[in-house]
């Protein structure tokens, strides 16, 4: 992935650009060929620089920076590079993101033939565009958008898909119809330099553990390429229909703000010492709450929008052929009832932390306790629950550990603002919810925290009781708790979410963030080295750039679901936080 928190792109192993919405990240794929070619064209949807008789591929990031570099090489052993990144640097003042993509291609060895193949669509693939050309640029007029590519190549090579030798570098920035004061090259150069200095810059700021730090570096970037910087909301994903499973037909659109998952993403990122995209999101998530009524939803849109009507999208045939292609999640339809606990524990930090530029005040509390009444009011009401079962209601226990959260967590930023009333109502609310769950999710049949209220189906949501404070690790419930879920939803260093069928039947694949959920309990519970084994072993099966999706195969390895996803990615920021050495072992 490349992006500069305005707009993101996808780029597969042989540098084609396969996936890029405009004008923002739940927008219309002008790139699109991550989910397969229309009927009308099996040629189009993305962007190629080609080697002629390419053999052999290469690809890597800079370190510490958003910017990808890759290496095409022909049997004789000829190359060429691609440098990809979307420009992020601060200009006059204020933080430049323009949603444009930039491509450098330089030559590595001999002279090297290369093609130029840009193949944009509209309206979901079936719009073609309009093609206009200038002595250094081509305009492609679509429906909702016209875009323009600058060139210092030919841009009748570029026009036509020209195979011609590549003898010095050449530069391709595309984006918004607007004319390149500067010349191409030059700007392109400038552009990569500025904006490398910019990643290294923000990644030298963070708090990182001692161990795996290419992988937590890694991780945050990713992180914070899913924030929509303009609002401050943070996307799941940053794609749609990739399926959980082969022909699962559990094809779901991710671009937009979950709060829950939101939530994770800023907790993850401030254990770094990156409060900036808190900040950001806190500003977005006072919107939400403020244009609420007192039923939250759990999901919106990065602009604030509460429509996000779900349909199919029927010119494209989906990944690998696995359809349907869904544009809006049903989601925003749900009760959720976590969202509040989500809300409350994503602004907690803000009533504690000095370095913000403005900490939470007395209004801030005021607001989030009407959050907190619905916590209150909705910890025993069914719900469809963190894993947004569209045909059945219960009493999850994860959603109601969150509304515990909710009353804990208030009562604890009423005391930081000196009202000590306000902090005993609260906690008293908190002991009562927690009270509640003790008694009405623990079964003696089957050993463990389960599912629901008075349920006997096992969840490996309910390992969040250690990470959010709501039981000691070491208590015999939640060890009892951890082996039962290794025993029936473990699968090596892997975990699925849970064992009854859904709509769709028994989930086949292992949902990444469950196994991070695991190796955090593990390490909580004192099984520091198997910890460390199951986390190695998911790292492992990154791609090789480092990144993760929603879901893994646990017989073949293989990633399917959504990508990048931030769930997955904060997970590996806080196993190695967890499990890291000191530094002061070295230091």
């Given amino acids: 992935m490349v992006g500069n928190c305005a707009i993101s792109a996808l780029i597969d192993a042989r540098g084609r650009i396969v996936w890029w919405c405009l004008p923002r990240f739940d927008g219309d794929p002008v790139f699109y060929a991550l989910l397969g070619a229309s009927a009308a064209d099996a040629d189009d949807g993305f962007f190629a620089v080609e080697l002629e008789s390419m053999q052999r591929a290469e690809q890597s990031y800079d370190p510490s920076t958003a910017i990808v570099r890759t290496r095409l090489y022909d049997a004789s052993g000829q190359g060429i590079e691609i440098a ?58 679509l429906p909702s958008t016209t875009l323009r590519l600058n060139t210092s190549a030919p841009p009748t090579y570029v026009a036509d898909a020209t195979w011609f030798s590549l003898h010095s570098p050449v530069s391709l920035v595309l984006g918004p119809d607007e004319t390149l004061s500067g010349n191409i090259d030059e700007t392109a150069r400038d552009f990569e330099e500025q904006t490398s200095r910019y990643w290294r810059h923000w990644t030298r700021r963070l708090a990182l553990p001692l161990q795996w730090q290419d992988a937590v570096i890694r991780a945050a970037i990713t992180l914070k390429l899913c924030q929509f910087e303009e609002t401050g909301a943070i996307v799941a994903a940053m794609t749609t229909s990739i399926p959980e499973a082969p022909a699962s037909g559990r094809n779901w659109d991710y671009r937009y703000c979950w709060l829950r998952d939101a939530f994770f993403v800023v907790r993850a990122l401030n254990a770094l010492a990156e409060v900036g995209t808190m900040e950001d999101y806190l500003r977005w998530l006072h919107d939400v709450v403020r244009h609420s009524d007192d039923h939250v939803q759990p999901l919106y849109g990065i602009a604030l929008e509460h429509e996000l009507t779900e349909r199919i999208v029927t010119s494209l045939p989906g990944y690998a052929g696995m359809g349907p292609v869904r544009v809006g999640n049903q989601a925003f339809e749900h009760r959720q009832h976590d969202v509040y606990g989500n809300i409350v524990l994503g602004s907690s930090q803000a009533f504690h932390d000095h370095r913000l530029f403005r900490r939470a005040d007395r209004r801030d509390f005021d607001l989030l306790e009407r959050v907190g009444e619905q916590a209150w009011v909705l910890h025993d009401q069914p719900d469809a629950g963190i894993w947004e079962l569209r045909t059945r209601a219960r009493v999850h226990t994860s959603s109601s550990l969150m509304c515990w959260a909710a009353c804990d967590r208030l009562g604890k930023a009423a005391l930081v603002l000196g009202l000590p009333e306000r902090a005993a109502h609260w906690r008293e609310r908190a ?43 070491r208590d015999p419930r939640f060890v009892a708790t951890v082996e039962a879920l290794e025993r029936t939803l473990g699968d090596g260093p892997f975990m699925r979410r849970y064992e009854a069928a859904d709509d769709f039947g028994v989930p086949q694949t292992a949902f990444n963030v469950c196994a991070f959920w695991r190796v955090d309990a593990l390490a909580r519970i004192g099984r520091h080295e198997q910890a460390r084994e199951y986390f190695e072993a998911l790292l492992a099966h990154r791609n090789p750039l480092g990144l993760l999706s929603e879901d893994i195969d646990p017989k073949t390895g293989r990633l399917w679901g959504n990508f990048p996803q931030t769930y997955s990615m904060v997970g590996i920021v806080n196993g190695a936080m967890q499990l890291s050495a000191p530094w002061d072992r070295v230091v």
């Avoid at 033939?113 to 979901?124: E, L």
């Fill in 84 to 141: 990809d990144f979307a420009p992020r640097f601060e200009l006059h003042g204020r933080m430049f993101r323009p949603a444009q993509l930039v491509r450098r291609v330089s030559p590595l060895h001999g002279h090297p033939r290369v093609r130029i193949v840009v193949r944009p669509r509209g309206d979901w693939g079936s719009a073609v565009p309009t093609l206009t050309r200038g002595s250094n640029h081509l305009r492609y007029v």
């Fill in 431 to 473: 002991e009562r919810v927690r009270a509640r769950i003790l008694h009405e999710a623990w079964s003696e049949s089957r050993q463990a925290f389960v599912e629901s209220f008075g349920g006997k189906d096992l969840d490996a949501s309910v390992l969040l009781m250690g990470e959010v404070g709501f039981l000691d690790a």
